[in-house]
T-cell receptor
Framework: ETGVTQSPTHLIKTRGQQVTLRCSSQSGHNTVSWYQQALGQGPQFIFQYYREEENGRGNFPPRFSGLQFPNYSSELNVNALELDDSALYLC????????????FGPGTRLTVT | AQSVTQPDIHITVSEGASLELRCNYSYGATPYLFWYVQSPGQGLQLLLKYFSGDTLVQGIKGFEAEFKRSQSSFNLRKPSVHWSDAAEYFCAVGNAGNNRKLIWGLGTSLAVNP
């Protein structure tokens, strides 16, 4: 059974640029949630996708957007990057929507300079 | 407001000693409660969860937690800590209603002395 994978592991971007982060969910999971974890903080919920539709969103501006594909993999897109976007971005997959057990990937460390 | 408080930012224990990590929550609906562990460079791993039923729940790696509704607490315990338990521990709360997002505490960093 393949776990949740994320790519890339690290990346550095410049303020104002755009970035796309990718997540492959665990086999059989149709729900993906994205979280932002700033240094020394707990994760903050960005949004959740269930069967290719957005299914709940946290307090993040519209420049944070996402997609889920038919194979349930997902992308997180961030436009007009700001310095405060520097964080660890975590993807988690689960068997269904709602608060069921989530399986997390190792994260993507984004640094905005 | 919905929130999770982990009062201890950092805890140091000796290997073999017992451990209790505190978690208090404020939540309007029936809470679903979780404890996750995060090792350096690793993703979050679920230790245990409480949805309903027996208020003492057993998890992986010898951890347990007790849900106390009257105290709005869900403290994590382990009778004997191993050096490999050194990590960051997060408590989270959510429900299966309209609000599907998890709310997380700031975490407790655990150091283990040999």
């Amino acid at each position: 059974e393949t776990g949740v994978t994320q790519s890339p592991t690290h990346l550095i971007k410049t303020r104002g640029q755009q970035v796309t982060l990718r997540c492959s969910s665990q086999s059989g999971h149709n729900t993906v949630s994205w979280y932002q974890q700033a240094l020394g903080q707990g994760p903050q919920f960005i949004f959740q996708y269930y069967r290719e539709e957005e299914n709940g969103r946290g307090n993040f501006p519209p420049r944070f957007s996402g997609l889920q594909f038919p194979n349930y993999s997902s992308e997180l897109n961030v436009n007009a990057l700001e310095l405060d976007d520097s964080a660890l971005y975590l993807c988690a997959s689960s068997l269904s929507a709602g608060v069921s057990e989530q399986y997390f990937g190792p994260g993507t460390r984004l640094t905005v300079t | 407001a919905q929130s999770v408080t982990q009062p201890d930012i950092h805890i140091t224990v000796s290997e073999g000693a017992s451990l209790e990590l505190r978690c208090n929550y404020s939540y309007g609906a029936t809470p679903y409660l979780f404890w996750y562990v995060q090792s350096p460079g690793q993703g979050l791993q679920l230790l245990l969860k409480y949805f309903s039923g027996d208020t003492l729940v057993q998890g992986i790696k010898g951890f347990e937690a007790e849900f106390k509704r009257s105290q709005s607490s869900f403290n994590l315990r382990k009778p004997s800590v191993h050096w490999s338990d050194a990590a960051e521990y997060f408590c989270a709360v959510g429900n299966a209603g309209n609000n599907r997002k998890l709310i997380w505490g700031l975490g407790t960093s655990l150091a283990v002395n040999p």
